[in-house]
């Protein structure tokens, strides 16, 4: 069974630096792109980004260009997403997800708070 | 970027009716069109994939058509269950896109 278990949620700063992680099981973690969605309260989804686990290579949406970084660890099957300077309006809950093309596994999400 | 525009943004219907959400593309995608359900406080799910093609485990009250700028998701015979949030996404180019999703509440 495909799993994609995220880290917990979050609480920080206006400034603060975050990386968030999403652990995969059940597959050949390199086989499959990862991607990070993002869900602002009460709003629809948005893709932010992905990562070919094989080789590390990342596209980004330009709405999320040089304000996040998706990183992967093949050697732990295991994806990130990271902020170094987090704002108010980051606040939300991201997603991983991955499938071929069309995305069929999802893990639980990550609520990230940004409040002073 | 490609933009995804689904009709209706929320509807408000009663069991056993049929529903049908639009997903248009801003420009060609061919049948790379999934959509998929939200249920509040859940994370997506998948229910159809490549415009048509069916899903193991999504029941088969749930079907897709379409290709190159317009879809649909029909939903036959409405469940009480089905109340969700329902999204298109785009995967024919980067970056990939998700329509603004629609709503429906059961009466």
């Known amino acids: 069974e495909v799993q994609l278990v995220q880290s917990g949620a979050e609480v920080k700063k206006p400034g603060e630096s975050l990386r968030i992680s999403c652990e995969t099981s059940?597959?050949?973690?390199?086989?499959?792109?990862i991607s990070w969605v993002r869900q602002m309260p009460g709003k629809g989804l948005e893709w932010m980004g992905r990562?070919?686990?094989?080789?590390?290579?990342?596209n980004y949406s330009p709405s999320f260009q040089g304000h996040v970084t998706i990183t992967a660890d093949k050697s732990i099957s295991t994806a990130y997403l990271q902020w170094s300077s987090l704002k108010a309006s980051d606040t939300a809950m991201y997603y991983c997800?991955?499938?071929?093309?069309?995305?069929?596994?999802w893990g639980q999400g990550t609520l990230v708070t940004v409040s002073s | 970027e490609i933009v995804l525009t689904q009709s209706p943004d929320f509807q408000s219907v009663t069991p056993k009716e049929k529903v049908t959400i639009t997903c248009r593309a801003s420009?060609?995608?061919?049948?790379?069109l999934h959509w998929y359900q939200q249920k509040p406080d859940q994370s997506p799910k998948l229910l159809i994939k490549?415009?048509?093609q069916s899903v193991s485990g999504v029941p088969s009250r749930f079907s897709g058509s379409g290709s190159g700028t317009d879809f649909t998701l029909t939903i036959n015979s409405l469940e009480a269950e089905d109340a969700a949030a329902y999204y298109c996404?785009?995967?024919?180019?980067?970056?990939?896109?998700f329509g603004q999703g629609t709503k429906l509440q059961i009466k």
């Open positions: 997800t991955t499938g071929s093309g069309w995305f069929d596994s």
């Open positions: 490549y415009a048509s």
């Open positions: 996404h785009q995967s024919s180019s980067l970056p990939n896109t």
């Open positions: 059940g597959y050949t973690f390199i086989s499959y792109w």
């Open positions: 990562i070919d686990p094989s080789d590390s290579y990342t």
């Open positions: 420009q060609y995608i061919g049948s790379s």
